[in-house]
């Protein structure tokens, strides 16, 4: 017998490595894919290939009750199934009925008007890669994480090894622990799932995870990241899978597979231009389809993508045979090959339609769905995808228009084709003579047509009401028989106008040198973009009004050995300083923000302070907070996107905003005003503007550790000690409406990298302040901090003072000076009279660049940087250094 995987094998040296039944379950195609040319297609998934469906069932209900039996019947009782859109929604579904009592959720690529998201994530090497999460129930995610069952474990359950690591519930693990199970056709990289499974647990924190798949595919490279993720997260991780094997991949394999998909297309495409007198599919005279009413179980929904409970099953369960007699009943009597044709993720109704049927009918019954997955057909019997029908989208997708496909079924001998969609999905685009009914006909002497209703939760109000769109028996007045091509119209929800989904967050070490625990960068990646500028040219550029500061990236500082050892000699002096602003702003953050605040540090000068404050509240009080990086940038706002994904994936009042110190208060006003224009626009409500910040010296905030203006060591650098990120980026060209704002990573300075060293050294010094952190939030929390704006009066008086007459070219306290010095094009330094360790390192820059430090009496600040006034490259010495003033 010839397995379906040769032909890409032979052409690409691809290796399918594994157990036995490897080739039976799975073979190969190709595909037109940037990020993964090769396709596994499996035999028993009922996506690409017909199969008879007791078959797809029980392969999935099968692994449900291995499920079972690694959790044990009280574990069973606690887990909720999740499954992945599109393949696997069918799939999970069927290990959720093998579970028995779990309840199930798949995800979706199909927004639905009125439901909230309680989170999403994109999937790497799909096709179409954005997946939500619409619970109608939002506690059907949430997790019990006070249990005290094993931290940090992995097990891995394939048939050789049965009962895996975690064959019985772990010694003291407590059963009230609600288990997750993500279901996926495949386990290759893991990728997915782990970033699923990352994003949930910040949100619904749990103890335990079982990973299910048909085919565990990873490399031996991969094989380890499970254990290694599952102690990152502090979790036990288990993995069930029928199979297991992995896929040797050449060199160059992309490459080549891209090169042998367009050659394969151009001679099919010559092929058909040399046919096309030929009939082709739809045209001729019309083909009778007849419209079953399957008479659906009211209050029934049609999958999981709202959730699915045990009480759904069991109702669903004992309407199964009677709505198998009604399509029975309009099959014809000849037919001897049956196909169910189920809809992109609309898996588990036809599905289960289709082991009715088998217990039905003498004739041969077959199941598969339709996908938008572009999958390269040939017909040879050493490769999987023989044939494929193709046929615009007909469910009014959010992504817009776009091709459909249904494969091997032309040509596959079907007397009879029973195409199962929901009511969204029952459109003009379904009955038009492009459409899929029109594409089937000339491929089976039969169409059947079944329509399942769209289940809307009670909650959501559809723009669209109608007898399609309910849950429970249709009452639409349609002929029982219509007229191929012609459409039936056919009412559907509206679709939420939203933009497309955005992208997990970047994370170390692809993207910075922190962990990737630390922190999660909620930005693009513009690492292969030129964006630096000489830091003259770009301070004429933003003075004269012709670019905006977060248009270009000033080039990186290098540090000369002298000031790296005074950066050094800095942090070992202020270390235990920063240490208890660091415990103190954390502890006032825990006691008026709740328990579990989402940290959302403004990068980059807040980022190594949020990570700090993620560190203090794991060693003083055992939590792991969620903390992300965004962009804010002055005169522009903060990242809107950003903001949707947090309110995608948190509630927005848990979010507090960190950032560094306070200057004059600019970035406090800007995101105070940001997020109130966010909020009008978008129609999201929550977020507090509030910043908490480690030292407050202008008095702008009511959240901080202090008020005193010292040297914070990070601020004496630039993407070395912030984990090797460039300051963020903004411009149209770059960032599009629905990206994240950029920002660079220079793994190019590594060898300079101090960003840990510096986390670390103080950290190192929390044991040592916890007392004084003690006393000091006492005091803070019973204080009066309403802010003062003391430091935005100083500045409006230095500003005509001086004679600049523009507050935006002057920054107050030690950090901001830094970042003149470092950034900027300076003119003078004015230093609080006596002012000492502190400023070291200011004198030591302004001595390098030439600039004027000037001390002065009753200043609110350790230091003023003042940008040059009336900047061109003139007001440069022959050296480049700024000139002094007159």
């Known amino acids: 017998m010839v397995w379906s995987g040769s032909w890409v094998a032979e052409r690409l040296g691809v290796e399918l490595v594994g157990d036995a039944e490897l080739r039976e379950l799975l073979g190969l195609a190709l595909r037109r894919n940037p990020k993964r040319a090769h396709l596994l297609v499996s035999h028993v998934l009922g996506k690409h290939v017909p199969q008879y469906p007791s078959v797809v069932y029980g392969a999935g209900f099968q692994l449900g009750r291995r499920v079972r039996e690694l959790l044990g019947e009280s574990g069973a009782r606690h887990a909720v199934v999740l499954g992945y859109a599109e393949t696997a929604t069918g799939l999970g579904h069927a290990v959720a009925d093998g579970l028995g009592t779990a309840p199930y959720l798949h995800s979706t690529r199909r927004p639905v008007a009125g439901v909230a998201r309680a989170g999403g994530f994109e999937e790497s090497h799909s096709h179409a890669t954005s997946h939500l999460l619409l619970p109608e129930d939002p506690d059907l995610l949430t997790g019990d994480v006070a249990g005290t069952g094993a931290r940090g474990g992995v097990g891995t359950a394939h048939p050789a090894d049965a009962t895996g690591a975690g064959s019985a519930d772990p010694a003291g693990a407590d059963p009230a622990d609600a288990v997750l199970v993500l279901v996926d056709d495949e386990f290759s990289t893991g990728n997915t799932v782990l970033n699923t499974i990352r994003a949930l647990h910040e949100r619904y924190p749990r103890n335990r995870y079982v990973i299910v798949a048909l085919a565990d595919m990873r490399s031996p490279a991969d094989r380890g990241r499970l254990a290694e993720f599952a ?106 090959r049956v196909l169910i044709l189920g809809f992109e993720e609309l898996m588990y109704a036809p599905l289960r339609l289709g082991t009715a049927l088998e217990d039905r009918l003498e004739a041969e019954v077959r199941y598969s769905t339709t996908t938008r997955s572009p999958v390269l057909a040939v017909d040879d019997p050493g490769y999987a995808i023989r044939t494929r029908l193709v046929f615009p989208a007909h469910d009014d997708p959010a992504d817009g228009p776009g091709p459909r496909y249904a494969y091997n079924v032309a040509g596959a001998g079907f007397d009879a084709v029973v195409a199962v969609v929901d009511s969204t999905a029952d459109t003009p685009g379904l009955h038009a003579p492009d459409g899929l009914l029109a594409r089937l006909a000339p491929h089976t002497a039969q169409v059947l047509l079944a329509v399942v209703p769209s289940y809307i939760p009670a909650d959501a109000i559809p723009a669209v009401s109608g007898p399609s769109t309910a849950s429970g028996p249709s009452t639409a007045s349609v002929p029982s028989t219509v007229s191929l091509p012609s459409p039936v119209p056919s009412p559907s929800p509206d679709r939420q106008e939203e933009p497309r989904m955005l992208p997990e967050p970047l994370r170390g070490p692809a993207f910075s040198s922190y962990a990737p625990d630390e922190v999660g960068w909620l930005l693009q990646d513009l690492s292969d973009t030129e964006l630096e500028a000489p830091t003259e040219e770009r301070e004429e550029a933003i003075q004269s009004g012709g670019a905006h500061y977060a248009e270009s990236l000033p080039v990186e500082y290098q540090p000369s050995d002298q000031y790296q050892d005074l950066f050094k000699a800095a942090l070992d002096l202020s270390a235990a300083r920063i240490a208890r602003a660091v415990g103190a702003v954390t502890e006032t953050v825990l006691a008026e923000r709740g328990p579990r605040p989402v940290l959302v540090s403004l990068a980059r000068a807040g980022t190594p302070v949020g990570v700090l404050m993620r560190r203090w509240a794991r060693h003083r009080h055992g939590v792991d907070l969620p903390h992300y990086a965004v962009s804010i940038v002055r005169g522009r706002g903060i990242d809107a996107n950003a903001l949707r994904w947090l309110a995608a994936h948190h509630n927005p009042a848990d979010v507090v905003f960190v950032d560094g110190w306070t200057g004059k208060g600019a970035i406090t006003r800007e995101l105070a005003a940001a997020i109130a224009e966010f909020e009008e626009a978008d129609g999201t409500e929550g977020f507090n503007p509030e910043i908490a910040v480690l030292a407050d010296p202008g008095g702008c905030v009511r959240t901080y550790g202090t008020r005193e203006d010292f040297l914070i060591p990070s601020a004496c650098l630039n993407s070395t000690v912030s984990g090797l990120i460039s300051r963020t980026v903004l411009r149209s060209d770059l960032v599009g409406p629905d990206d994240f704002h950029g920002a660079k990573f220079y793994r190019e300075l590594a060898g300079s990298d101090v960003s840990g060293h510096f986390l670390d050294t103080v950290a190192d010094r929390f044991g040592e302040v916890a007392d004084a952190v003690d006393a000091d939030a006492k005091e803070l929390l019973t204080a009066d901090r309403a802010p003062t704006w003391e430091g935005w009066a100083a500045v409006e008086r230095i500003s005509e003072e001086y004679g600049i007459h523009d507050v935006n070219l002057v920054k107050p306290g030690v950090g901001e000076t830094t970042r003149v010095l470092l950034r900027r094009v300076p003119w003078k330094i004015l230093a609080k009279r006596g002012a000492g360790a502190d400023l070291e390192h200011i004198r030591l820059l302004a001595e390098q660049r030439g600039v004027p430090v000037e001390e002065v009496d009753a200043l609110p600040y350790t230091c003023v940087g003042l940008i040059h006034p009336k900047y061109t490259r003139g007001a440069t010495g022959a050296d480049g250094k700024a000139v002094e003033s007159k």
Do not use: Y
């Not at 045209?283 to 179980?297: E, F, I, Q, S």
């Open 231 to 336: 102690a990152e997260i502090g979790a036990r991780v288990d993995l069930v899978a029928r199979n297991a094997g992995t896929v040797r991949l050449p060199d160059g394999v992309l490459e080549k597979g891209q090169a042998l998909v367009a050659a394969e297309e151009a001679a099919q495409d010559l092929t058909q231009s040399a046919g096309a007198a030929a009939p082709q599919p739809g045209a001729g005279a019309p083909r009778p389809c007849t419209r079953v009413d399957l008479r659906w179980p009211a209050g029934v929904p049609d999958g999981g993508r709202h959730g699915f409970t045990p009480e759904h099953r069991a109702r669903l369960e004992a309407a199964l045979p009677a709505m198998a007699d009604r399509v029975a009943a309009e099959l014809d009597d000849t037919a001897r």
